[in-house]
């Protein structure tokens, strides 16, 4: 039987970052996931932005890692050619107590290396946000800011990770681990599987991973993030992201822009018991219009056109990222609530310094396949590009979702780079997330789905087992 | 640049209308564009029949209606269809863009009619609380999972909603064999027609919940129940009143909403019987919800004439 050199629990973008990043080197690796399609936990559902680093507690990990996360995540994006812009953030500060409290920050980011930070007064606010609520008087601009796909991200990892040799294994739950001699076994729910190093990457259920090695020194407490997405017709609500001054447990509700256009407002934050409760609340939605209202006043309800919740995988007040002693070889990258995302590049480093130290020889491979090739969107491009594809390829002239304009070829194409289920192809092209949330065509990506994949439509799923979109055929 | 006489936007009855009455009114260049794979829009799943009672003076199902304009239009030289082919972009100096397999092609036309139809209200857009699973579908999708795919979404069915096209659905899933457990409509009495109150809920003993509201969505994968309140004609929840429906699916029937994103984009704006630029007209769903296909057919054909008055002046 094989023995992996490393094993990865978790394909959100933790596991996924630490799976592309060990690809440089001579490894055999394996990112087990427990779902069907990858970044189907905390990776999908949150708000996208890659923070510049000015919320964090100047002794925290997650301070660091942030701010390392920000800078490292420009070159991967080039890399891996998936959309990352820079749009500059603002916290504002709507009285002289939150003015001093504003410059308190400055100072915590500056010392933690936050570039390019500067104070703005009215007239700069009103000049260049003006749809900020006009009682703002200072806002600290943080130019660094920016926003990306959190879901395309992991995709795009995930693709250029295989590509240099990782194996993903998917619906494939870890369901015990044993310490045998000089390796781990690990039980799943499909095969057994053999790694002499073990990375616990696994969200919201990093404890109950631990767990199965004895190590119980925490807990995964989830925070839930309620979102509400907006059309894409007020794109241009804002140019930055809009913060007010962080409460103690979260950055607040925020006005995010999207790498899709559509601007978003969110997220609450709330703790709850169970790591499965990703349900939307009445009173979730009017604490966050009642708060996005004082940013920007003329945000209404009946621009939402979506919504959805994330749970933040909380341990304690930072991330934990350390060897565990105890079972040599076991490294947990736990407790990661926001900036997680942000730090994803920088975690990966982390982690494969922590293996070195540990014994793990990481000799670089002769060949390393850092670049990936662009794919292809047509909402993003210009009408005589597109002609072009035409030209090349027919089925670019088949447009399946015509809210989002997504040809039948972007979804064959998702499927090809690891697409399963009708939100694997939404995630990854943006088919039925537009206005009519898949009305029109949800039968024709089934189609494809099913002809792609092999299997009868009766066996689309939503997102995996259980979530089949028909009972029967008639 | 290609030159038409005449583009129109949409082979629904809308569409095919227009495209008729404009061809008899003396334009003989007119492209028809439908983005489906058949001309009849919305008429094609609907298989029951109700259609052309005022048009036509008979009991017609929806395909036979759609049939009968398909015929003319299949008649006549002057009227080309282009199927598979939909119109990405329209500009206020009358070009339109359109995209088919194979092809993308940019036309200049004297006049053009959008006839795009509509959607249907989704759940996203109602702020229904609970889980997102699958199993929640609008009813439109529903029937053409049903009628036109032979699939059926579901077994215990509650429509949220009493709209004509939901009530329908209600019969539809009866009639498969699926078991509708209650229609929910949060105002005093239906939306929809009088005869589809009768013939598709009351002859089926389907219970309709009226001055009801759901309250929230439970279900990790697939819809598991519903919560449903009593409310008051404020729509606030009459306290204690809230119960539990076991289901597996989701039928969203709460309205239509017309389609004209290609117009707004075009900062074109519709008025009465035609628009803010003199040439683009929009008749149909598109211009405004219609409860019967009868009447569209009737007002598309005065606009097909409108369009060949400017088109030949
Ligand atoms: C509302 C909200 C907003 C946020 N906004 C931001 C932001 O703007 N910027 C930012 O930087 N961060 C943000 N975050 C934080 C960020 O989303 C997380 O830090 C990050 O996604 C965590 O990734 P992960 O890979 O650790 O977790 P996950 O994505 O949850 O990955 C863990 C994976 O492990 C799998 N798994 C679990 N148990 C098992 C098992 N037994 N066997 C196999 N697989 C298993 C899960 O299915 C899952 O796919 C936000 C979070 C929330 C909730
Ligand atoms: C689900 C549903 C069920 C209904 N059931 C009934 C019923 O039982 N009885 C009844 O009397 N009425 C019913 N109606 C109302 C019915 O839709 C209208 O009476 C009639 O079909 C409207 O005609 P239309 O041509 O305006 O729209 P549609 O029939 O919707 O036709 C619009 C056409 O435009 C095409 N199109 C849209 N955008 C583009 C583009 N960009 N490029 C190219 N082509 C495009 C569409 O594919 C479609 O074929 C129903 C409506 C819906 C939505």
Known sequence: ?474 | MIKRDLVIVGGGPAGMAAAVSAYENGVKDILLLERDQYLGGILNQCIHTGFGINYFKEVLTGPEYAGRFIKKIKGVSGIEVSLKSIAVKLTNDKTITFLSPGRLKTIKARAIIMATGCREKTREMTHIQGTRPAGVFSAGLAQKLINIEGLLPGKEVVIIGSGDIGLIMARRFALEGAKVKAVIEIQKKSRGLLRNMVQCVEDFDIPVYFNHKISRIYGKDRVEKVSVMKVNDNFNEIPGSIFEIKCDTILMSVGLISENELIEMAGVKIEENKTSVPGIFVCGNSFKIYDVVDSVTTDSYLIGKLAADYTLS
């Open chain 1, 1 to 474: 039987m094989k023995i992996y050199d490393v094993a990865i629990i978790g394909a959100g973008v933790i596991g996924t970052s630490i799976a592309r990043e060990l690809s440089r080197y001579r490894l055999d690796v394996a990112l087990l996931e427990k779902e069907t399609e990858l970044a189907f936990g905390v990776s999908k559902s949150n708000s996208g932005i890659i923070h510049p680093g000015t919320q964090n507690p100047p002794a925290s990990l997650k301070g660091k890692l942030c701010v390392q996360g920000n800078f490292l995540i420009r070159k991967i994006s080039k890399e891996l050619n998936v959309d990352f812009k820079e749009v500059g953030e603002l916290i504002v500060a709507f009285n002289e107590d939150e003015i001093k409290e504003l410059l308190r920050l400055k100072k915590e980011a500056e010392f933690l290396g936050v570039p390019g930070l500067k104070t703005v007064d009215k007239a700069w606010l009103k000049e260049n946000e003006p749809n900020l609520n006009s009682v703002v008087v200072c806002g600290l601009y943080a130019p660094t800011a920016g926003i990306i796909s959190p879901y395309r991200f992991v995709y795009d990892l995930a693709e250029n990770a295989i590509k240099n040799g990782v194996e993903i294994h998917t619906e494939t739950k870890v369901i015990d681990i044993i310490r045998v001699d000089k390796y781990f076994e690990i039980v799943t729910s499909k095969e057994l599987f053999k790694t002499k190093y073990l990375i616990n990457a696994a969200g919201l259920f990093a404890d109950d991973i631990s767990k199965m090695l004895t190590i119980d020194d925490f807990r995964i407490k989830p925070r839930k993030g309620e979102e509400f997405i907006l059309d894409k017709k007020k794109e241009n609500l804002t140019n930055h992201l809009i913060f007010p001054l962080p409460s103690k447990i979260s950055k607040g509700v925020l006005i995010i822009k999207t790498a899709d256009g559509n601007p978003m407002i969110g997220p609450t934050a709330e703790d709850i018991e169970d790591k499965e409760d990703f349900s939307t609340s009445d009173s979730g939605f009017s604490k966050v219009l009642l708060s996005a209202r004082r940013l920007i006043p003329s945000i209404n309800d009946k621009d939402i056109i979506s919504y959805f919740a994330g749970l933040r995988p909380v341990a304690g007040d930072d991330f934990i990222i350390r060897h565990e002693s105890k079972a040599p070889g076991f490294i947990n990258v736990a407790g990661m609530q926001s900036p997680g995302l942000t730090a994803s590049p920088a975690i990966a480093l982390l982690v494969a310094d922590i293996l070195k130290n540990n014994g793990l020889a990481l000799k670089k491979k002769l060949i390393f396949h850092a670049h990936r090739k662009k794919t292809i969107h047509l909402f993003a491009i210009p009408l005589p590009q597109t002609k072009k594809l035409i030209k090349k390829d027919a089925s670019y002239g088949d447009i399946i979702c015509r809210c989002e304009m997504v040809s039948a070829k972007e979804i064959q194409d998702a499927i090809k780079r690891g697409a399963k289920t009708m939100d694997g192809v939404k995630f990854r092209t943006r088919a039925q997330s537009g206005r009519c949330h898949g009305s029109f065509c949800t039968t024709r990506i089934m189609k494809i789905l099913a002809e792609e994949t092999q299997t009868p439509l009766a066996g689309i799923t939503k997102r995996g087992k259980g979530s089949e979109i028909i009972k029967e055929r008639i």
